[in-house]
C-alpha cells in the first residue's frame, strides 16, 4: 500500500493525491465514500467502536487499513500519513499545515473540515443533546468544527517514551489509549464526540499516529502479541481478525522515519 509519513513532510504531490481522494470520497454515498467509513466509528448507529477495551488498537488498525484502501481506489499515491503530536513544531504550530483552513487557497481545503453526513433524523437527534454543541455547522448539510487548545499542551515525547516502557500488551494499550483521549479533547469540537470524531479528517492522522506507537512499541525490546485469547476475534464489521493486524509488513504499509521540527 505504501509509506506512511509524517504530515509535516509530505511533499506537494502526495498532499495534491491526498486531498484529491478525500475530495472525491466525499461525494460517494455509497460503502466506498467517506460518510460509511465515518459513521463506522459513531453515528449512525450501531456504534461498531471499542473504546476502553482490549480491542482498541487492533480495531483502530483494520478501520485505517480499509479506509486507507479505498483512498488509493480513488487516488493512487493517497497514503494516510501521521500527525507526529510530539514534536517540536506540533507544540508551537498546533494542527498540522496540512490541515489547518487556508484563507489564500481560492477552494475549501478538504482536510480542514469533513461533511457529516447523518440523516435528518439522526442529525436532529445530535443537535437536541446540549453536550453535541459546537462540534457540527449549522444547517441541513454540516461540516466537522475544532476548537483546539495552547499548542503546547499537546502530548509531549516523553508521555510515549514511557508507554513503549509498557511491560504487558493490556498495560500499553491503557497508556495509548489514555493518550489518544486527550489528543481527541485538545482538538475540540467533532473530536471529542466519539459519535463523529471520524468525520473530521484530523481523526485519521491522530490515528495513524497511534497506529505507529503501537509499531514502535511492537518492534521493541518490550513488544508482545496481545493474550492468545484475543488472536481469533473479529474486528466486526471488518473482514479481519486481531491476528490479521499484528504485521504490517503483511498489510503491505509502512512508516517513514523522518519527522520534521
Known amino acids: 500500500m505504501g509509506i506512511r509519513r509524517e504530515a509535516s513532510t509530505l511533499g506537494d504531490g502526495e498532499l495534491r493525491a491526498l486531498r484529491a481522494a478525500f475530495a472525491r470520497a466525499y461525494d460517494i454515498r455509497d460503502e466506498r465514500g467517506y460518510g460509511y467509513f465515518a459513521g463506522l466509528h459513531g453515528l449512525p448507529l450501531p456504534n461498531e467502536c471499542p473504546h476502553n477495551r482490549p480491542l482498541f488498537l487492533p480495531w483502530h488498525r483494520a478501520y485505517l487499513y480499509l479506509f486507507e484502501r479505498a483512498l488509493q481506489d480513488l487516488e493512487p499515491g493517497a497514503n494516510l500519513p501521521w500527525w507526529d503530536w510530539t514534536t517540536a513544531r506540533s507544540h508551537r504550530e498546533g494542527l498540522p499545515g496540512a490541515y489547518r483552513r487556508d484563507p489564500a487557497r481560492i477552494n475549501r481545503n478538504p482536510l480542514a473540515t469533513g461533511p457529516v453526513t447523518l440523516s435528518p433524523a439522526d442529525l436532529r437527534r445530535f443537535r437536541d443533546e446540549p453536550i453535541n454543541q459546537g462540534a457540527l455547522s449549522d444547517g441541513p448539510e454540516p461540516w466537522t468544527l475544532r476548537d483546539p487548545d495552547n499548542p ?3 502530548p509531549h515525547a516523553a508521555t510515549i517514551r514511557r508507554a513503549l516502557d509498557a511491560p504487558t500488551f493490556t498495560d500499553f494499550t491503557s497508556l495509548v489509549e489514555g493518550v489518544h483521549n486527550s489528543v481527541h479533547g485538545w482538538v475540540g469540537g467533532a473530536m471529542t464526540l466519539i459519535s463523529v ?13 497511534i497506529d505507529r506507537v503501537w509499531y514502535l512499541w511492537q518492534i521493541g525490546p518490550r513488544g508482545r502479541p496481545p493474550p492468545e485469547q484475543l488472536l481469533d476475534q473479529a474486528l466486526r464489521p471488518f473482514p479481519m481478525t486481531v491476528r490479521d493486524t499484528l504485521s504490517l509488513n503483511r498489510l503491505g504499509y509502512g512508516y517513514a522515519v523522518d519527522v520534521a521540527g
Open 197 to 209: 470524531a471520524a468525520y473530521d479528517p484530523i481523526f485519521w492522522a491522530h490515528h495513524a499516529m
Open 152 to 154: 503546547d499542551e499537546l
